[in-house]
């Protein structure tokens, strides 16, 4: 319910501000498939995770290990040949429930997999390292090789349904939670803290400032090695700044709500108490 209403509330926001400062429009009937901002496809995702949930952690909690390494060999394999039937513009109408429907559920599974069976991987952080600067070599060529032909950028290579993606994916999450703990100074923990707390906010209010710059920065001609590192400094002190605003905001507000909320506990308490007294 709390990402459902979030959700709403801010696809509203992004509504409003498409409008009137965008200029752009919104067919409704597509509301179940494009988010009112890309971005929202991650609480689309989440949200739909969150839902089949509960019938998840039944079905895994009665998996032994052989069937739980089945279901990622055939998630990997189903997001494989999906993936590539999209490049070839091959569709695959007829999906395979739970195993083949759904990329993200995959992901969302290979987190608890790689942390249950972590002792298994023995490759160290060197090879680690090695594969995951190959597959996204592989990437990275390939988006430069097709954005070429096409004359346009082409983004197909790093979507979550590419398997390199995926697997380096894999590869980062099992060196960084064998570490466990990070050997860093009090002050880049500190630092760490701060963003990580305010991350949430950071990705809900960061797409507003990305179109502030793509207008007002469009007619600059500047070179990508440096437009890009230099927007990104100025994209993401707005949105930490902003981000901050929202997150105190929210907490004020909750906070009086919940507030509200106690005091009317304590009065049915106390209701209740007069009431069983009387009796």
Same mark, same amino acid.
């Given at each position: 319910?709390?990402?459902?209403?979030?959700?709403?509330?801010?696809?509203?926001?992004?509504?409003?501000?498409?409008?009137?400062?965008? /200029?752009?429009?919104?067919?409704?009937?597509?509301?179940?498939?494009?988010?009112?901002?890309?971005?929202?496809?991650? %609480?689309?995702?989440? *949200?739909?995770?969150?839902?089949?949930? @509960?019938? =998840?952690?039944?079905?895994?909690?009665?998996?032994?290990?052989?069937?739980?390494?089945?279901?990622?060999?055939?998630?990997?394999?189903?997001?494989?040949?999906? &993936? =590539? +039937?999209? %490049?070839?513009?091959? @569709?695959?109408?007829?999906?395979?429930?739970?195993? +083949?429907?759904?990329?993200?559920?995959? &992901?969302?599974?290979?987190?608890?997999?790689?942390?249950?069976? *972590?002792?298994?991987?023995?490759?160290?952080?060197?090879?680690?390292?090695?594969? *995951?600067?190959?597959?996204?070599?592989?990437?990275? +060529?390939?988006?430069?090789?097709?954005?070429?032909? !096409?004359?346009?950028?082409?983004?197909?290579?790093?979507?979550?349904?590419?398997?390199?993606?995926?697997?380096?994916?894999?590869?980062?999450?099992?060196?960084?939670?064998?570490?466990?703990?990070?050997?860093?100074?009090?002050?880049?923990?500190?630092?760490?803290?701060?963003?990580?707390?305010?991350?949430?906010?950071?990705?809900? =209010?960061?797409? %507003?400032?990305? /179109?502030?710059?793509?207008?007002?920065?469009?007619?600059?001609?500047?070179?990508?090695?440096? +437009?890009? @590192?230099?927007?990104?400094?100025?994209?993401?002190?707005?949105?930490?700044?902003? !981000?901050?605003?929202?997150?105190?905001?929210?907490?004020?507000?909750?906070?009086?709500?919940?507030?509200?909320?106690?005091?009317?506990?304590?009065?049915?308490?106390?209701?209740?108490?007069?009431?069983?007294?009387?009796?």
């Amino acid at each position: 319910a709390k990402f459902t209403i979030i959700l709403i509330v801010w696809s509203a926001l992004y509504l409003i501000w498409n409008k009137f400062v965008m /200029d752009q429009t919104y067919d409704f009937t597509n509301i179940f498939s494009i988010p009112a901002k890309k971005h929202l496809w991650y %609480l689309y995702a989440l *949200i739909t995770i969150y839902i089949a949930l @509960p019938f =998840v952690q039944i079905l895994f909690a009665n998996m032994s290990e052989r069937a739980e390494k089945y279901f990622m060999i055939l998630w990997f394999a189903f997001l494989t040949i999906r &993936y =590539v +039937g999209e %490049l070839f513009e091959i @569709p695959m109408a007829y999906k395979v429930p739970i195993v +083949g429907d759904s990329c993200y559920l995959g &992901y969302f599974v290979m987190g608890y997999f790689l942390s249950k069976y *972590i002792r298994q991987f023995k490759f160290n952080d060197t090879v680690g390292i090695i594969l *995951i600067v190959m597959a996204n070599a592989v990437n990275i +060529g390939l988006t430069y090789y097709y954005s070429v032909v !096409a004359g346009v950028h082409q983004e197909q290579f790093f979507q979550y349904r590419n398997t390199l993606l995926a697997f380096s994916s894999a590869i980062i999450f099992i060196m960084v939670y064998r570490k466990k703990e990070l050997n860093l100074s009090t002050t880049k923990k500190k630092i760490i803290n701060v963003i990580s707390k305010n991350s949430f906010e950071l990705y809900l =209010v960061h797409i %507003l400032f990305l /179109d502030i710059i793509k207008v007002q920065m469009a007619p600059l001609k500047i070179h990508s090695a440096i +437009g890009i @590192p230099v927007f990104f400094v100025m994209l993401f002190i707005a949105s930490f700044v902003a !981000a901050v605003g929202v997150r105190k905001f929210n907490s004020v507000v909750f906070n009086e709500k919940l507030k509200h909320r106690l005091k009317e506990l304590k009065i049915s308490v106390k209701v209740r108490k007069f009431l069983a007294r009387e009796v």
